[in-house]
Structures are given as structure tokens and as C-alpha cells.
């Protein structure tokens, strides 16, 4: 069974910055693609960036050049750096980590709020 588990959610000002981790764990289990997205109130569940098991990156337009998404394989975790945070990040954050095959497990999410 794999397990995936976020960390690093919180509340923070405007301008600010905070790091998301997760790591995925289970028998015999190795991450390929891995990613974050957001859902905030209201709306729909959302890309944020997302990294290949090769290190190749993608983002959301609306944070590019404030997050930074890495990884570290042999530990199966994924990282989210949020730099120059905005009120509109706010939301529940989800990691969703895909394992070679084509299966892929989620979070259970984490509660990022910025205030103004």
C-alpha cells in the first residue's frame, strides 16, 4: 500500500514564502512523475507544477518564477519552495506522486493560507 504524506502548510503574509514536502512510501515503490496542485474554495482542483522522474519542470503560469518544484529520488520526496506568496495561493495543496505503470496516489493535502 502507499502512503503519501504532506507537510510544511501554514499561514504566512503577504510577500512571504514557504515549503511544501511529500514524501510517498510503500513496498517496493519508486516515484515517477510527482507533482502539486491546489484547490481553493470554489474551484476546480489545479496544476501548480509538476517534475519528472529525469528532473524535467513545468508550471502554472500564475507562479512561475516565485515556486520552485524539486525532488529527491531516492527518497521518493517532492518539494514545493513558494517564494513572493500572493492572498490568491490560498488554498489546499495536494501532492500526487505516479508510479511507474501508470497508478498515481494522493495526499491528503495541506492548508496554505496568505494574508494581506
Known amino acids: 500500500q502507499v502512503q503519501v504524506a504532506e507537510s510544511g502548510g501554514g499561514l504566512v503574509q503577504a510577500g512571504g514564502s514557504l515549503r511544501l514536502s511529500c514524501a510517498a512510501s510503500?513496498?517496493?515503490?519508486?516515484?515517477?512523475?510527482m507533482g502539486w496542485y491546489r484547490q481553493a474554495p470554489g474551484k476546480q482542483r489545479e496544476l501548480v507544477a509538476g517534475?519528472?522522474?529525469?528532473?524535467?519542470?513545468n508550471y502554472a503560469d500564475s507562479v512561475k518564477g516565485r515556486f520552485t518544484i524539486s525532488r529527491a529520488n531516492a527518497k521518493n520526496t517532492v518539494y514545493l519552495q513558494m517564494d513572493s506568496l500572493k492572498p490568491e495561493d490560498t488554498a489546499v495543496y495536494y501532492c500526487?506522486?505516479?508510479?511507474?505503470?501508470?497508478?498515481?496516489?494522493w495526499g491528503q493535502g495541506t492548508q496554505v493560507t496568505v494574508s494581506s
Open positions: 500526487r506522486v505516479s508510479q511507474i505503470g501508470g497508478n498515481f496516489y
Open positions: 510503500g513496498s517496493f515503490f519508486a516515484a515517477n512523475a
Open positions: 517534475i519528472t522522474i529525469g528532473g524535467s519542470t
